[in-house]
């Protein structure tokens, strides 16, 4: 089929011998394209590359909002607010040097989900719910993708960040959130994580019954089965392989990644010296 | 913790030695102005977008930072969560074992 039956209002391909089928709007499309309102012209940026960019932005506002917060400390204002003690001038001060605009940022990335659908809609949503944390867009994400995305993967990051989100939601929603992506999604990764943090807050404590652990016990072997291979599954993982794999007198796992300039490594390409592995960050 | 690894990594250049690290920073801008702010010289592995939940941190379990593992020149794990002089001793040591 060729390139121009994509264009909107073109239902069939264009380019057929028949050449009175194509629609008015399709023909007039083909001649003048930039007759068409701009965003249905030519291929929409994946939703992935629009959330990256939204990323990118955030990203971007933190570190100036740390630059600016640097400042402020370093000024002499600031210095003897804090010699006096002065709370009250100190935050006054800093209130310079704004964090990021994190609802304007929620708010863009829902207009963008807007213009999509499907996973690309729910990649988008969830970002600004994730990103945001604000009360209004939490909620109004977590209702669209409950009736919409239960089954898409691009929701794992809502449940990565389940308990928190839960509890922001309250009582009633919150149970409602986790659960209904552990007993309706038909995808089994996103019925993983949603289980595995509803097991996370189960028999934990020392009022937990036994009933309770042993309850957390059989949902976390669910998990584990649902999540094997995967990221969840070496997360799950984890405490066994550091007893099994990374005690002193045993030979280092091997690491296999990116350096940050983006240059592949692997830890074993320093055999032979003595290497100080360093798990670290600013951040 | 950088003003120590740097001096250990500046004492030990042209020794048998180096200091990898897994950085756990989601932003690489951030994490590349502050690497040049502080001359952090030695090459660290990228944790991905997720920072700390990233996933060579994750497989590895580490939940407190920073995590340190000295490895000898034959790849075993010989010391954990050393640090300060105690990270300078156990280096020194091993390359003491490997003349």
Redesign the interface.
């Known amino acids: 089929m060729l390139e121009y039956a994509r264009l909107p209002g073109c239902s069939q391909p264009v380019y057929t011998p028949e050449i009175m089928r194509i629609s008015l709007p399709c023909a007039l499309a083909l001649l003048f394209p930039t007759l068409l309102p701009a965003q249905d012209v030519g291929q929409r940026p994946a939703a992935s590359a629009v959330a990256e960019d939204l990323?990118a932005e955030l990203?971007?506002q933190?570190?100036e909002s740390?630059v600016a917060r640097a400042t402020v400390r370093e000024s002499e204002a600031y210095r003897e607010a804090r010699k006096d003690d002065d709370r009250e001038k100190m935050n006054a001060l800093l209130a310079d040097a704004p964090p990021p605009d994190l609802l304007a940022l929620g708010n863009k990335a829902l207009e963008e989900a807007a213009k999509y659908q499907g996973d690309d809609r729910a990649l988008l949503l969830v970002w600004a719910a994730v990103r945001t944390r604000d009360d209004g867009i939490v909620t109004r994400v977590i209702d669209e993708v409950l009736e919409h995305h239960l089954d898409s993967i691009a929701v794992i990051p809502l449940l990565?960040n389940g308990l928190n989100l839960s509890r922001q939601l309250g009582p009633d929603k919150g149970k409602v959130f986790l659960s209904k992506f552990a007993y309706e999604s038909k995808n089994d990764y996103v019925r993983a994580w949603a289980m595995y943090k509803i097991a996370e807050r189960m028999g934990r404590g020392p009022n937990a019954s036994e009933e309770e652990k042993a309850k957390r016990g059989e949902m976390m072997a669910l998990v584990e089965e649902l999540a094997a291979g995967t990221?969840l599954g070496?997360?799950i993982n984890?405490?066994r392989?550091?007893e099994e794999r990374?005690?002193?007198?045993?030979?280092?796992?091997e690491?296999v990644?990116?350096?940050?300039d983006?240059i592949a490594?692997k830890?074993?390409d320093?055999?032979?010296?003595?290497?100080?592995?360093?798990?670290?960050?600013?951040? | 913790?950088f003003p120590h690894?740097r001096s250990?990594v500046k004492r030990l250049k042209d020794?048998?030695?180096?200091?990898?690290?897994?950085?756990?920073?989601?932003?690489?801008?951030?994490?590349?102005?502050?690497?040049e702010a502080?001359s952090i010289s030695w090459?660290?592995?990228?944790n991905g977008?997720k920072?700390?939940?990233g996933?060579?941190?994750?497989?590895?379990?580490?939940r407190s930072?920073?995590?340190?593992?000295?490895?000898?020149?034959?790849?075993?794990?010989?010391?954990?969560n050393v640090r300060g002089e105690e990270?300078d001793a156990a280096?020194d040591q091993?390359?003491e074992e490997?003349r």
Do not use: C
């Not at chain 2, 020794?15 to 690497?35: M, Q, R, W």
């Not at chain 2, 090459?43 to 990228?46: A, H, N, T, V």
């Open positions: 990323t990203h971007k933190k570190r740390q990565e990221e070496e997360r984890a405490p392989f550091v990374l005690q002193i007198g045993m030979d280092v796992p690491i990644g990116e350096d940050t983006g490594f830890l074993s320093y055999r032979g010296k003595v290497v100080v592995l360093d798990f670290w960050g600013f951040w | 913790m690894e250990l020794k048998p030695f180096a200091l990898i690290g897994v950085n756990t920073d989601p932003d690489k801008k951030y994490y590349s102005d502050e690497a502080n090459r660290s592995f990228w977008p920072g700390t939940f996933p060579i941190a994750i497989k590895w379990g580490v930072w920073p995590t340190i593992y000295v490895i000898d020149h034959k790849g075993v794990i010989r010391f954990k990270m280096v091993l390359l490997m």
